[in-house]
């Protein structure tokens, strides 16, 4: 079960990594930083796996089936390097948005994205409070990590110091995520690893965990978009009234 999961969920970012390699690391970690639903947690462990040649072997052929035709070798801190680098370039995107366009733009985008207006008010209420270092330290934190560029572009800070530390930030981030990829994708490959024993014990666990951890993010999402589309029906009913 947890195999079948991960196929489904992986087989995107393998294919885009075996066709794009480093590219393919920043294109994905810039869409996550532009608020689109792609986890970083998904996409760096998977690099991580690719900087290893048995596990990247491995993945060759567990991924054949969708497309992919050969797999780079990775280093595991030019990986973590162009996920960063993604990490500025998604972000650039979402600091535009709040910039040129205030509130009602970043709302107006992130109906689109299924991002709800609670996770944009913490993303304003930790900058108004922290001010530009919170750029820094929410880079270290999953769900605040991606939101926080609408804030920093609706306050128009500084431009380079933004993403200075959107990089040094983003830079730890995804080279633990990547280092745990790495450990896992060894660890998982070795017949007689205590880990693979585990993990093959709780499959049935782990497959329910990662369900129920999809059914809980996909209605978070629907209520994020619900949340968007309450005001707009009152609206139309007291224009209705008149």
Not at 90 to 100: D, N, P, Q, R, T
């Amino acid at each position: 079960m947890v195999k079948a999961i991960f196929f489904v969920l992986g087989g995107f970012c393998v294919l885009v990594m075996g066709t794009l390699s480093y590219f393919g690391i920043a294109l994905l970690m810039g869409i996550e930083s532009a608020c689109i639903p792609l986890p970083s947690e998904l996409i760096m462990p998977y690099a991580g796996a690719l900087s290893d040649a048995g596990v990247s072997a491995a993945l060759l052929d567990t991924y054949k089936s969708v497309g992919v035709t050969s797999l780079p070798q990775f280093n595991l801190f030019l990986a973590a390097l162009a996920g960063a680098l993604g990490c500025n370039l998604g972000s650039e995107l979402a600091y535009w948005v709040g910039a040129k366009g205030g509130r009602p733009a970043i709302e107006r985008y992130g109906k689109y994205v299924l991002m709800s207006k609670h996770e944009l008010e913490i993303a304003d209420r930790w900058f108004a409070k922290r001010g530009d270092i919170i750029v820094f330290v929410a880079r270290l934190l999953p769900v605040i990590r991606t939101f926080i560029a609408f804030p920093a572009g609706v306050a128009r800070m500084n431009r380079a110091k933004f993403h200075l530390y959107t990089f040094v930030g983003s830079f730890p981030w995804c080279l633990g995520l990547a280092y745990v990829g790495q450990v896992l994708g060894v660890e998982l490959l070795d017949e007689h690893s205590p880990l693979k024993k585990v993990m093959h014990k709780l499959d049935l666990v782990i497959g329910v965990v990662i369900v129920l951890a999809a059914v809980v993010f996909i209605r978070s999402r629907l209520k994020a978009l619900k949340g968007y589309r309450a005001p707009a029906a009152p609206a139309a009913g007291g224009a209705a009234k008149e």
